[in-house]
């Protein structure tokens, strides 16, 4: 009795198949003239709190009104940034799934894994750059030393004995100290944390030297006193930390890193839905509100066209992939 039914049964239960995702098709159409006509979805690789979900939360909160649509704000964590931003990649090129992408997953990531499971140049199209944070170096209050060429003219005579910490194996704090370790040619010790919180106890307990952290979150501790601020990231010093002096500015390594974080779409969105989403980006990094945001915070408000940021991600993608496996850096 099965035999007799089982081909009859299974062609029914295809025409069901075909006609439902028919159905399907028919209710959701890709209509690049009309888009938005439904929500979108804004992927943020990591938890609820850190810089991709601040920067996703504003950029939603702001593009609601002006498309007319709901942007519904998905953190999507795992692997550190490297779940959220392959889900990101494989989603349909329709306009409907976007992503926070950053110097973290589009820029460090190629240099600390061999297989990654996306490419940020062929899997993604900028929509537009959002802001960029810097790290500040501190130092636990106990150092002896208090500017960053004495920390590194103790480590050419003390090789190994500094020690500084990370927010673990491959994150920005790592990479920072780890390059200018490595261009300023010193033997430091890593001590990885599960996390910011973590590393600041043992810098307050003077149980570790130093720590290359997101300027943002170090202006707390600098501005109580209970570290000492010795330099920062970027090329240039930084309005958060007026008087405190970029690595570069020093002399004693060629650093020029920031943290930035942009707007990406997956590629093969359509051209005139990326016109949109540009449009609309450059509409909400002029408003004021958006502006003294990011500022309260250390964050400067990006002021590049598509195309410089476009070739400034390409740029860093190359360089820190060469700069991470030159100092031995690999991810957790």
């Excluded at 075909?18 to 990591?46: C, Y």
């Excluded at 590393?199 to 030297?209: F, K, S």
């Excluded at 005139?272 to 408003?287: C, E, G, N, S």
């Amino acid at each position: 009795m099965s035999k007799l039914f089982s081909a009859p049964l299974a062609a029914s239960l295809v025409c069901a198949s075909l006609l439902g995702l028919a159905s399907a098709a028919a209710q959701t159409p890709n209509d690049v003239a009309n888009w938005p006509n439904r929500p979108i979805t804004l992927i943020a690789p990591q938890p609820a709190g850190g810089g991709f979900d601040t920067v996703a939360r504003v950029v939603a909160d702001r593009m609601r009104p002006i498309i007319g649509q709901t942007i519904v704000v998905e953190n999507r964590t795992g692997a550190g940034t490297r779940v959220g931003t392959q889900a990101a990649a494989r989603a349909p090129a329709d306009g409907y799934t976007l992503m926070i992408g950053a110097l973290s997953n589009m820029a460090l990531n190629p240099g600390l894994y061999d297989n990654l499971s996306y490419d940020p140049i062929k899997d993604f199209k900028l929509v537009g750059m959002a802001v960029t944070w810097s790290y500040t170096l501190v130092a636990r209050k106990g150092l002896p030393m208090n500017s960053l060429k004495e920390v590194i003219a103790y480590a050419k005579e003390n090789p190994g004995k500094l020690t500084y910490a990370s927010a673990g194996m491959g994150s920005g704090q790592h990479i920072a100290a780890a390059v200018t370790e490595k261009l300023s040619g010193v033997k430091l010790t890593h001590v990885p944390y599960r996390g910011s919180q973590d590393a600041y106890q043992d810098i307050l307990g003077e149980r570790v030297d130093l720590f290359f952290d997101i300027s943002s979150a170090a202006k707390s501790q600098v501005d109580a006193g209970t570290v000492k601020a010795l330099a920062v990231s970027s090329k240039e010093r930084q309005p958060i930390h007026p008087d405190v002096p970029s690595v570069f500015e020093t002399g004693v390594a060629p650093l020029d890193m920031e943290s930035w974080f942009g707007l990406f779409a997956p590629a093969g969105t359509p051209e005139p839905i990326l016109v949109k989403l540009r449009a609309t980006m450059a509409k909400i990094m002029t408003m004021p509100d958006v502006q003294e945001l990011f500022a309260k915070s250390g964050g400067q408000v990006s002021k590049t066209s598509a195309a410089e940021a476009e070739a400034k991600v390409r740029n860093d993608i190359e360089r820190w992939t060469n700069l991470i496996r030159d100092a031995g850096v690999k991810g957790d």
